[in-house]
């Protein structure tokens, strides 16, 4: 069995920012999960202080990851009714010719 070797609180903030400084777009899930555990093992306010800008940077790096994976929809190269003015030109509807 291996044995686990207790983290001070300089140790978890020092493989946080590591964590923070790895991240990948395909390892930020994990990273930021095991971060997350860390965070929560921290004992004091203070500590978890210390570390807030590398979760708030890692939960960001996953946010802008995400959305350039998403699938795009709809019809290639064209918007399909999502501006302003509900589809309508910017002079008016068109009246028909008679």
């Known amino acids: 069995m291996t044995q686990l070797k207790m983290l001070s609180a ?8 590591r964590l923070y400084f790895a ?21 004091t306010e203070e500590e978890r202080e210390r ?5 708030e940077g890692l939960a960001e ?5 995400e959305k350039k994976e998403q699938p795009r ?3 290639p ?8 003015g509900g589809g309508k ?3 008016g509807p068109r009246k028909k010719k008679l």
């Open 10 to 17: 300089d140790d978890k903030l020092a493989e946080i920012r």
């Open 23 to 43: 991240a990948s777009k395909h390892s930020i899930q994990q990273d930021l999960a095991k971060a997350l555990d860390l965070l929560k093992s921290m004992s």
């Open 51 to 55: 570390a807030t800008v590398y979760m």
């Open 61 to 65: 790096m996953r946010k802008d990851w």
């Open 73 to 75: 929809t709809g019809a």
């Open 77 to 84: 190269g064209g918007r399909k009714g999502g501006g302003k």
């Open 89 to 91: 030109s910017a002079a």
